[in-house]
């Protein structure tokens, strides 16, 4: 972890003000985990460019663990990427009821656009809906385990007794 002097005195964060301070940035509880998780799991399905820089900035606003919210995006990575985003699109389309059309690959503007305006809708649709149902998931199983491994440790305090 970085220190606090330092994030504090560093000039390009100073617009940030006291946020930055908040102990739930930075510790680890259930409610900072699971809501890092969450906010992770959520931006990992985001088909957008700096996704990390959006991960930090939701962690700020609903408070909760930053570091772990910036390296849960990076789920998405060069090797996943293609198989996840290609699910989405197919959810998206079986969503939409509309059939997925394989086009046959070009780099040039036009395909792009046209790829887009047939392919873009389900395949935002479908990167929302993972998106949704991944930091729902995230924040119930993470939540549910801190739990389970708190009242197990109650338990085995109990009978140690």
């Excluded at 985001?46 to 408070?63: C, D, E, G, K, T």
């Excluded at 079986?94 to 040039?108: I, R, V």
């Excluded at 790829?115 to 729902?136: D, E, I, K, N, R």
Aim: with cysteine; charged share 10%.
């Amino acid at each position: 972890m970085p220190d606090p002097g330092t994030i504090k005195n560093n000039k390009h964060l100073q617009l940030l003000g006291d946020r930055l301070h908040d102990n739930n940035l930075w510790h680890l509880n259930r409610h900072s985990a699971a809501g890092a998780f969450a906010v992770g799991l959520l931006c990992t399905w985001m088909p957008i460019p700096f996704q990390m820089l959006l991960a930090a900035s939701l962690a700020i606003f609903f408070r909760v663990n930053l570091p772990l919210s910036m390296v849960l995006v990076w789920v998405t990575n060069p090797i996943t990427m293609p198989p996840m985003f290609y699910f989405a699109y197919r959810l998206g389309s079986f969503l939409l009821d509309k059939p997925h059309h394989y086009q046959h690959f070009e780099l040039s503007l036009s395909w792009l656009t046209n790829a887009m305006s047939t392919a873009g809708p389900p395949f935002l649709l479908g990167c929302g809906v993972l998106g949704l149902a991944s930091a729902a998931t995230g924040f119930m199983v993470i939540h549910g385990l801190w739990r389970w491994t708190v009242l197990r440790r109650w338990k085995r305090r109990r009978q140690n007794r």
